[in-house]
């Protein structure tokens, strides 16, 4: 069964006098263990698309059903609890606190799960991650002391933690050389095949998108299967 859909889905902004229609009657499924990806010249609606998923942003029109459920119609309350139980999101400016740790930082989302675990074991869950992404040395360091890269590989961890069953990551290599790409690609795949993780990735890198099961291309808030 499909974990995501997204039906007609069309999403439009007001910026100053004209309309601007980010996301236009948009349909898909991704079924569990899938990893997609999503590609577009910049502006095109990819992260307007994404928010629209993650049901942080409602629709103008059109529905999404997360887990056979109809997000798009929920009260906020409801809307909050669907997205901390499936969603991990990975922003595109990463959204970390400056001052805290990396560790500190990762640590956020667990705050507000429902299924807490001991701290013991988030700590193994976490320095399992960091290693395989090749951080652990920076768990203790203060985030506003870490290059792009490791920022982004912090957030990355963050955003699964809790072990949600979807991954929404906005570009999540962008700040990444080559061998960091791999590193991230490689886990992300890793989590879809190994573990039946869902995940839907921005991206701008083409060697980044040949690593999904499917392309799609937005263009102007259209989307289109993507034939390499
Ligand atoms: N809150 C908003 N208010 C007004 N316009 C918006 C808003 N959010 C997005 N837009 C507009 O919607 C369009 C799509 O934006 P979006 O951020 O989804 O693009 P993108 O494909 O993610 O671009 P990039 O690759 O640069 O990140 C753009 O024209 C943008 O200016
Ligand atoms: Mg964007």
């Given at each position: 069964m499909e974990l995501l859909s997204v039906r007609n889905v069309s999403k439009s902004f007001k910026d100053h006098n004209y309309k601007v229609h980010a996301v236009r009657d948009v349909s898909f499924d991704v079924h569990q263990g899938e990893m997609v990806a999503i590609i577009g010249p910049s502006g095109s609606g990819k992260t307007t698309l994404l928010n629209l998923i993650g049901i942080v942003i409602s629709p103008d029109s059109g529905e999404i059903y997360v887990d056979g459920q109809?997000?798009?119609?929920?009260n906020d309350a409801m809307r909050c609890r669907i997205r901390n139980q499936y969603f991990g999101y990975i922003v595109q400016d990463f959204a970390l606190i400056e001052e805290d740790t990396a560790m500190q930082n990762i640590l956020v989302p667990t705050l507000y799960s429902k299924h807490k675990k001991s701290a013991r074991e988030y700590r193994e869950i976490i320095n399992n991650m960091a290693e395989k992404m090749q951080i652990s040395e920076k768990l203790k360091s203060t985030v506003k002391n870490l290059s792009g890269g490791e920022r982004q590989r912090v957030a990355i961890i963050r955003s699964i933690v809790n072990d949600q069953k979807i991954i929404l990551a906005d570009e999540?290599?962008?700040?990444?050389?080559k061998d960091n790409s791999k590193i991230v690609i490689n886990y992300l795949r890793e989590l879809a095949d190994d573990f039946k993780k869902t995940v839907v990735i921005v991206t701008h890198d083409l060697s980044v998108a040949r690593q999904c099961d499917r392309i799609f291309n937005l263009d102007d808030g259209i989307l289109t299967p993507f034939k390499l």
């Amino acid at each position: 069964m499909e974990l995501l859909s997204v039906r007609n889905v069309s999403k439009s902004f007001k910026d100053h006098n004209y309309k601007v229609h980010a996301v236009r009657d948009v349909s898909f499924d991704v079924h569990q263990g899938e990893m997609v990806a999503i590609i577009g010249p910049s502006g095109s609606g990819k992260t307007t698309l994404l928010n629209l998923i993650g049901i942080v942003i409602s629709p103008d029109s059109g529905e999404i059903y997360v887990d056979g459920q109809k997000a798009s119609d929920m009260n906020d309350a409801m809307r909050c609890r669907i997205r901390n139980q499936y969603f991990g999101y990975i922003v595109q400016d990463f959204a970390l606190i400056e001052e805290d740790t990396a560790m500190q930082n990762i640590l956020v989302p667990t705050l507000y799960s429902k299924h807490k675990k001991s701290a013991r074991e988030y700590r193994e869950i976490i320095n399992n991650m960091a290693e395989k992404m090749q951080i652990s040395e920076k768990l203790k360091s203060t985030v506003k002391n870490l290059s792009g890269g490791e920022r982004q590989r912090v957030a990355i961890i963050r955003s699964i933690v809790n072990d949600q069953k979807i991954i929404l990551a906005d570009e999540p290599t962008g700040s990444l050389d080559k061998d960091n790409s791999k590193i991230v690609i490689n886990y992300l795949r890793e989590l879809a095949d190994d573990f039946k993780k869902t995940v839907v990735i921005v991206t701008h890198d083409l060697s980044v998108a040949r690593q999904c099961d499917r392309i799609f291309n937005l263009d102007d808030g259209i989307l289109t299967p993507f034939k390499l």
